[in-house]
């Protein structure tokens, strides 16, 4: 059974500094990797997939890698911002996408 | 043009009662899902749906029945609501089954009392 955990589950950072959230699964067996973005009281934001046969993925300030052999991805933000403040959920692909409890990140003005 | 849109964003009801989520997607995709995020934030699937034909359920009480009408609905129906349903409920669409992006609506928040 595939099991995520996203370490750690709060985070308080500063304006302009970069981070890692980190997400670790048990099976490796996996079609893809998504991070999500959820602000309070709203849907889920696509911010990247993974396919499996990938390493990484970039968009603008945001790198998300993969590495299926140790069953970890992580997730780079650059010069974070107070706007990236938000939950971030990770979600490992197979038929059906199975979620981490999420980081919860606060950037400080 | 909103991609996954679901209705309505919030129900609150009695226990006992009977009612209905509806989504749509214009995405075009051929899988659509339904999942459940608990009090404590955490999203698990309830249901799979693939050119209207169901391939996941995930062991929800059959109070829940989804139905399909076409590859671009999912709807959702409860029986009997119970306090324990009280949730944020989100429907959720890729373009098949597998190794393809999954985009969200904006969710149902379900308050049952």
């Known amino acids: 059974k595939q099991e995520v955990t996203q370490i750690p589950a709060a985070l308080s950072v500063p304006e302009g500094e970069n981070l890692v959230l980190n997400c670790s699964f048990t099976d490796s067996a996996i079609y893809n990797l998504q991070w999500f973005r959820q602000d309070p009281g709203k849907g889920l934001t696509s911010l990247l997939l993974i396919q499996s046969s990938q390493r990484e993925q970039t968009s603008g300030r945001l790198n998300a890698s993969l590495d299926k052999s140790s069953g970890r991805s992580t997730l780079y933000i650059a010069a974070s911002q107070p706007g990236d403040s938000a939950t971030y959920l990770c979600?490992?692909?197979?038929?059906?996408?199975?979620f981490g409890k999420g980081t919860k990140l606060t950037v400080n003005p | 043009d909103t991609a996954v849109s679901q209705t309505p964003k919030y129900l609150v009801t009695q226990m006992g009662n009977d009612k209905s989520i509806k989504c749509e997607q214009n995405?075009?995709?051929?899988?659509m899902y339904w999942y459940k995020q608990d009090s404590k934030k955490f999203l698990k699937i309830m249901f799979s749906?693939?050119?209207?034909?169901?391939?996941i359920n995930e062991t929800v009480p059959n109070r829940f029945s989804p139905k399909s009408p076409d590859k671009a609905h999912l709807n959702l129906h409860i029986n009997s609501l119970e306090l324990g349903d009280s949730a944020v409920y989100f429907c959720?669409?890729?373009?098949?089954?597998?190794?393809?992006?999954?985009?969200f609506g904006q969710g149902t928040r379900l308050t049952v009392v």
């Open positions: 959720a669409s890729s373009q098949r089954q597998g190794n393809t992006e999954a985009f």
């Open positions: 995405l075009g995709h051929d899988t």
């Open positions: 749906y693939n050119n209207k034909e169901l391939i």
């Open positions: 979600a490992v692909g197979s038929e059906k996408l199975v």
